[in-house]
Each structure stands twice: as structure tokens, then as C-alpha cells.
């Protein structure tokens, strides 16, 4: 066919295209488009109107320089007016622009939404594609609202061609994704089910993905589509190579077709009806024996249609999952295919043996591919293969071949790619503790791993070696004699040295009476070590060092002698200078009885699931994305709105009336109330009340109360301002009226905090029945951890009780705990609730990063909900060592010559929680004329960044 | 499908066509991202790639590269032949098609890309009806300056 006939060449646009393509540099490049960007203006402005000609070369013009990745500013409405041409290639060219540079000017949408209403009314099937593609490229929610509602009507009518037909359902198809409740559902429904039978196979093709997508969320409306699917997949799948004319692909029968209807049973569970079913298995061993029979055609496009509708209908097998005959054969099939001299196809076959592996049907069918596997991972040249190898060796590996595995694992491991070796580190872990039979393997498995790849040995692998082993007594010695053996290596990991440490620590005593591991040489092989080591490995071996006092006596004096010498005593590090005083008076001090107790072995850890398969879990999805995905799958636990429900019982049940008197508003009875009291009082009798609660609830948070194991009232009024008072410091006074003070001193280190709650009798009079309790309201309890200590009942007169708080950040958060404080004063109960100082940032770890790394990081947080920003007026004087000192008691790194304006400043940091980290980077801009602030806060999820946004704009 | 991206050995892009709503500014990203990934692979490794939460399918037709993003359950196989089937398509109607067709005539590549492709899902596979529509397009417009066009066909060839 020549080229020559073809379009309608216009002759301007080649010239500037070729034009373009003779620059020889970017910016002659940018000259030469800012010159027809100037000569488009002008004849857009011009006096004289324009052709439709002229027009169209132009908007295609535009448009060529918007996708050259420039921005395109004007246009839109002579792109506009192109749709209302008579002229269908000035009417594509307007759509195609509209397409691409989709304007939510409101004036402009409306024209456009109005001249696509003119031409789906027009009844010319060529111009109603057009507006129909145009609806689907765009796919707005506009769009949606504008055209929802008419298109199912199109799609069924009776007198619409087929190619309307076709782009109508994948038009409609593209609306639903966008916004499913634009879409009604109704009457049309049945009848696109039954599109399934139409003569024409391309509304066949379209209706099914339309079909597809529907049925997923509304199952029972569509079910009737199973049986036409099946008929119409078998009538396929039994026609001879060429019955399908034009649907046929390389001699094989509408490919596209069969595999989007294998994939819209997979929707279903297998049919009830057994002449349906029984067809459908038929169909599928069609394709099944279809797979051996020899090939029609040598091109790899026969070939790649074929496997196609082959591992389709093998999807299908595995998920149904209840043919053992078809399952044993798909992974025959299978297995042929991973030996296939084409890379696409192991690469297929190992990714989809990987899901008949979980098959109870297939797993022992997989298992005998073993060898071909390993293979696979020793020589494929593609790391992506490699991966699915992998991949595969640990879905199929079982009790029975889980020492070949993991040996073969580690071995790959040596010459992984970096980019993989975390993942396998994480799998090894897990299947050598999955599968260990005896445990001295596992201990074994894991100093291998470090000793290989210690680099990406995470925390929670080494961790849980050490909970397994202070678990299990009868591997103890066997671990202590290895790491032992370990250390001796001239280099070892930092890794090696921290389990090591560890493991002597505890269990060194059971090795000391071989003379080769004899207390001394433990001591002396661990600190040869000690100078190497950063300083959290330095501050562990400190910890070993005074377990071996206790452990062994004998090595007092030379262990004392390295905790007195300066550079422990005097260490800059104020965490390891405290250990070597620490300890240093403490064995000094402590009598061997206390200081057995006080350093006893470490009681076993509560059995858990392990932290390193959610560790692999998130590992899977990449860096940010993978923060989001958590968040999704769980969207209650961090929603607040979501999380909102008031609670019927704290309505239905009233609190004793001896609480309308609560502490928080009442002063002892004989002094007079205080003026500010009095008001509260006020409040709080009615806040009590149970009629009245609902009411005064101000904010979100306040309704999201629950009533803890007690029942607690609802915080007092000014909690927020007195929690808000916390977020920049850990340690002040949190609440004092005339009976009580509340003082909080609190540290915080990683994803773990630890509180001390000073309670102060301020009367002369005995505090009777006195608990302070801390309540999670609402899902906070799956968030944060916080163990409390009970505290004596009486508090005497005068006198101050300690109450110490473990806390530990489960995940993000954004509510704090109540703090709940009752007793009994003066023959009532005073009961008093506040917000215990907890945020969410005080679990910040400061970084800093140069400012390269910063913007970088930046841009990647771009997207809209990642960043919340607010702008305020300044409430304290705007002093800027203020604001630092504010900023860095918030928790980030100060980030200096990041911010081109000195003025500003810039932080980073991340939020540690048990589950997951939240890199957070803030920005601040002061200014000083308008008295104002606009504080930005980019993080990786999306809550986390409105939160501290609101947290910290209070402070300033 | 997600996208397709066509581009050349050189990462120039000639062809960007999403199917999902993103910013400018990350279709930039992405783009750059992937055209970065798949030329630094080497010509015999396999046409997928898992790329974030998606599965990227690539082939090569001389010095264009066709890329298409899919998502988790989506079929491989048949998404390397969708890249085909588009190429044919192409090279039916410029007749054997080059880079330099796409660049000049891009407007067109789109067109039939529409054709065979809406909303990310096939609409018609069948050669005769794509092309069908697309000439119906072409018989419907004003037989004007044709003339270029044989001149631009001829550098075409010499080119390539």
C-alpha cells in the first residue's frame, strides 16, 4: 500500500518537524520552538480568522511540541472549535489534543463536553468513535459525570454499529475504573452479558473486559455469563486454525479472545452446573493436548499465542484447584517449558509454578523439578529469571528438601546480584527457621548468611536468632560453641560480632570449661573486636562484658579495668559512657546476690509470628509504594474518619454520679473555686452527662473515644493544649490543679519510649484508691504498645509516686493514649483523663542528608497526598534560634545550606514504628513582614504528613 | 495495560499512550525511569521485567523500542503480541513502517493505536477492521496537499 495516498499530509508541520530534527543542540532546539510558538500565537490572535486547515496544522503543531516534553499553554480553544469541524481529520486532530492535554478549565470542559454530545447524538459511527474514544482517553471524572449515564444506552441499543458497540463497552469500561458510582447499574446489564453471543467477535473481545471488570464487584448480576463464556470458549477452542478468518492469528484462533475469556472465569468459582462444567474441563484439555501437538508455524508470534491461552488456561486450573488430573498436567507442561530454549518462556513457567507450588494437588508435582530449578538459578543469564528461580526454589520448598534449598540458596548468595541479596537473605531466614528439624542447622544456616552477605543481614534476622535460641535450651551450647568459633575467623561481620556478644552473654558459661574457650579467651576474643565496631555493637559488647561478671567472677578486675579506662568513662558517646559508669558502679557496688538477679539470663521471648516474613512481605513492594500499599491494605487503622463510630456504650452507659464531681473541674471542697474552674465545672457536668456527650465532642478525635476496660470519661477540656505543650519537649509538668501535679519525664529512642509519670499529692490528706491507667481508644491498641507498672493505692499526704510507662510504636498513629487518673480524696472519687505526651514524632530519628539528597528525596514524595501544607499566623515572637531549637526538639535533623533562602528552614528524619519507617522532610518558611508561616510536610504516607503538618503548626 | 511507551535506542520518545490518570510530572519520571531500565538490558534476556507493582513487557522492532506496562494478573505472552499486532498495523499502513513514519505522521500512530487499543484493553484484533476504520478516515478528507507527502515518504526510506 504506498504511503503516498496515506493521510493528509500537511505540509508546514513536516517542515517544522524536520526542522526540529536538524538541531544540533537543545537550546537551538528551544529556539526553534519558541519561534513557531511566537508565529502560532500571533496567527491565533490575528485579525484574520483562521482556515480549518490552518487551524488543524497548528493545534497539531502544539501538540507535537507538548509531546517533544514541553509545556504547551494556549490552543485549547482552536482545539475546541476543531471538534465542532465538519471535516473529520480536523475533528480527530481537535480530539486527539483534548486527549492528551486535558484542561480542567471548567469554560473549556464545558464546550468540549457539549460538542461530545453533539456528535454521539449524530448518528454517524465514525464521529460517535471519535467522542467515544475521546470519553475513554480521558476518562475524568467529569467526564464520567457528564457521559455515564448515556453510554450503557448506546452500548445496547439495537441500531448501533458494531464498532460503536465495541467502543462503547471499553469506554464505559475505562469510566467504571475511574469512578465505579457514576455507572448505574440497571436492565442494561443483562444484556451486555449476552454481547457474549454476538456474531461479531470484536464486540465479543471488547464485552468481555467490560464484563470482566463489572462482575468483579457485583459477582451475582453477571453470573449468567460463566455458561456463555464456556460456549463461547469451546466453539473457539474446537474451530480449525482458519475458520476464524481475520480473528485468527498466525493459526491461532482468536488468541486475544480466548485468553479474556479464561481470564473472566477466573472470577468465578468453578461452574456449578455440570454440562457446563463438564464442557469447560473439556475445553481446558483441549488446549492442554493442543500444547503437544507440533506447531503450525515456526514464528515465534504462533508460538507466543499459542503458550499464551496455554498458561492462561493454566491459571485457570490453579484457580480452581480442584482438578488433581489438570493441575499434574499444567505442571508437566510446566516442566517441559523450563527447559525451553526461549528465555520468555522459563521465565513464565517458574513464575507460574511458583503459584501451583501452594497447591496441596501439585506441590509433590513441582517438587520433582527441583533440580531443573536450581539449575536455573546456578546458569540463567538473566537476573530476572534468576529472581523467579528463587522465587520458585522457596514456594516448593517443604520439610523434606529444605537443607538442599537453603545450601543452595547460600551458595547463590555468594554471587547474587546486589539487588536481590537482601530478598534471599530474608528467605533463607525464614525457611531455615520454618524447617529446622534441629535447631544447631538453623543456628548453622544463619552464621552462614552472615558470614556470606552480612551486609544484608537486616535487624530482624539477627534478632530472631537470638530469640530462638534464648528459647530453646537444647541449642544453647551448640550456639555458643559456634559463634565462638565464628569470631575466631581474623575478619568477621559486625553482624557476627553483635550475635556473638550477644550469645556469650548469656550462654558463654556453657563452653568456659573447655580450656580453649575458658572465660578469659571469650573475654579477650570478644574485645579484640571492640575497637572495630560502631557504636551500637560497642554498647552491646559493654552490656556482655557485665553479664560475664556475673557469669564469671574471675574476670572482674580485667573486665573493671576496661570499663574505668578513659576512653569508656570519657566516650563521647553519651549512650556508651553511661553503660561504662553504669556498669562500672554496679559491679562495683552489687553484691553477687543482686547482681546475679539484676543480670540473670533473659527470659524467653513471647512466641510471635516472625518479623522477617512481614519484613519480606513489605520488601516485595518497592520503596515508597510499598508504604502506601500498607497503608491500603489496612486503611481503618490510620483513617481517622474511618475509624469514627461513636461508641454506643460510652452514650448508653452513665458514669456514677459521684463523677459529675470529677477531679478535673473540682477543687477540694473547702477551698473556693478558682475563676478558670469554675467555668470548667460547668462544662464538665454536663460533658459527664450522658445525653449531652455526644454534643461536645468538638473535634474528630474526640468522638473516636472508646471506653477503656473502666469506664473513662472523655479528656478534659484543655488536654489538647496540654499535650500540645509536649510535642517539642519529653520532659515538664503535664497537669496540676489544686490537689494533684502530674510531672512527665520521657525518653525516646527509635521505635521505643520509655515514661516516667510523677504523681503529687499537693493536699495533706491520704490519696486513697489510686490508679492511673492508660487507655488505647479505638484501633490505637494495634498501633502502639504501652505496658504501664501499677502504682501503690495510697499516695500520702505530700508525697510523690513514680509511675514507669514502656512504650513501643507498633505503626503510625494519630491519636495519643488517655491517661486515666482516679482516687479517692475526701470521701469522693475524683477521676481526672488526659492526653498522655505521646505523638507520633516522637519517634523520629533525625538524617541528615546533603542537599542534593534532600531534593531528590523530595521530588520522589510528589505525590498530592503525600504532602500536607499549611500556612498560619505566627502566635510567639518569630525568633529563629526559637523555632530551631522547637524544630530540632520535634525530632528532625536540622538541615543547614539545603534551602537557597537562609531563612527557611529544612528538616528530614524518619519515623520508626515496629512495622514500618516513614521518611518525613519538612520545610518551614518564616515570614517575618506578614507574621506568618507556611510549614510543608512531605512523608510517605499519606495521614503521617497531615498529622505532624497539624502537630507542629501549633508550636510556632 | 497501564501505558505504552515507544522510544528509541537513543531514549527518544516517540509514542506515549496512558491509560491510567497520572500527573505530568510522574509520566516524566516513569519515563525516564523505564527507558533507563529496558536499554540498559541486553538483546537476548527475556521480554519481562517486574517493575514496581507492575510487569513490564518489551520488544524491540529495529531501532524502536514498544514498551507496555501491565498489571499483576494481566497475560504476558499476549501483551508481547499486542506490541505486534500494533507494529503490523503500522507497517500495513505506511507500508514497512519506520521510526521516521512515526515521527512525522505521530498524529497517525495514535489514531490506529485508538483503534486497536481503548482504555488499555483490546478492542478489535482484526488487521481488516482497524485499518478499515482508519482508512474510512482517510477517504473522508480533502485531497489537499498531498504532494509533501511523496516527498517525505522518499526521505523516509533513504533514512532508514
Known sequence: MPAVSKGDGMRGLAVFISDIRNCKSKEAEIKRINKELANIRSKFKGDKALDGYSKKKYVCKLLFIFLLGHDIDFGHMEAVNLLSSNKYTEKQIGYLFISVLVNSNSELIRLINNAIKNDLASRNPTFMCLALHCIANVGSREMGEAFAADIPRILVAGDSMDSVKQSAALCLLRLYKASPDLVPMGEWTARVVHLLNDQHMGVVTAAVSLITCLCKKNPDDFKTCISLAVSRLSRIVSSASTDLQDYTYYFVPAPWLSVKLLRLLQCYPPPEDAAVKGRLVECLETVLNKAQEPPKSKKVQHSNAKNAILLETISLIIHYDSEPNLLVRACNQLGQFLQHRETNLRYLALESMCTLASSEFSHEAVKTHIDTVINALKTERDVSVRQRAADLLYAMCDRSNAKQIVSEMLRYLETADYAIREEIVLKVAILAEKYAVDYSWYVDTILNLIRIAGDYVSEEVWYRVLQIVTNRDDVQGYAAKTVFEALQAPACHENMVKVGGYILGEFGNLIAGDPRSSPPVQFSLLHSKFHLCSVATRALLLSTYIKFINLFPETKATIQGVLRAGSQLRNADVELQQRAVEYLTLSSVASTDVLATVLEEMPPFPERESSILAKLKRKKGPGAASALDDGRRDPSSNDINGGVEPTPSTVSTPSPSADLLGLRAAPPPAAPPAPTAAGNLLVDVFSDGPAAQPSLGPTPEEAFLSPGPEDIGPPIPEADELLNKFVCKNNGVLFENQLLQIGVKSEFRQNLGRMYLFYGNKTSVQFQNFSPTVVHPGDLQTQLAVQTKRVAAQVDGGAQVQQVLNIECLRDFLTPPLLSVRFRYGGATQSLTLKLPVTINKFFQPTEMAAQDFFQRWKQLSLPLQEAQKIFKANHPMDAEVTKAKLLGFGSALLDNVDPNPENFVGAGIIQTKALQVGCLLRLEPNAQAQMYRLTLRTSKEPVSRHLCELLAQQF | ?160
Not at chain 2, 507500508?95 to 478489535?124: H, M, R, T, W
Not at chain 2, 482508519?134 to 517525505?152: G, V
Request: charged letters at 30%.
Open chain 2, 1 to 160: 495495560m497501564q501505558f505504552m511507551l515507544l522510544f528509541s535506542r537513543q531514549g527518544k520518545l516517540r509514542l506515549q499512550k496512558w491509560y491510567v490518570p497520572l500527573s505530568d510530572k510522574e509520566k516524566k519520571k516513569i519515563t525516564r525511569e523505564l527507558v533507563q531500565t529496558v536499554l540498559a538490558r541486553k538483546p537476548k534476556m527475556c521480554s519481562f521485567l517486574e517493575w514496581r507493582d507492575l510487569k513490564i513487557v518489551y520488544k524491540r522492532y529495529a531501532s524502536l523500542y514498544f514498551c507496555c506496562a501491565i498489571e499483576d494478573q494481566d497475560n504476558e505472552l499476549i501483551t508481547l503480541e499486542i506490541i505486534h499486532r500494533y507494529v503490523e498495523l503500522l507497517d500495513k499502513y505506511f507500508g514497512s513502517v519506520c521510526e521516521l513514519d512515526i515521527i512525522f505522521n505521530f498524529e497517525k500512530a495514535y489514531f490506529i493505536l485508538d483503534e486497536f487499543l481503548l482504555g488499555g484493553e483490546v478492542q478489535e484484533t482484526s488487521k481488516k477492521n482497524v485499518l478499515k476504520a482508519i482508512e474510512q478516515a482517510d477517504l473522508l478528507q480533502e485531497k489537499t496537499e498531498n504532494i509533501y507527502h511523496s516527498k517525505h515518504f522518499h526521505w523516509c526510506k533513504k533514512a532508514y
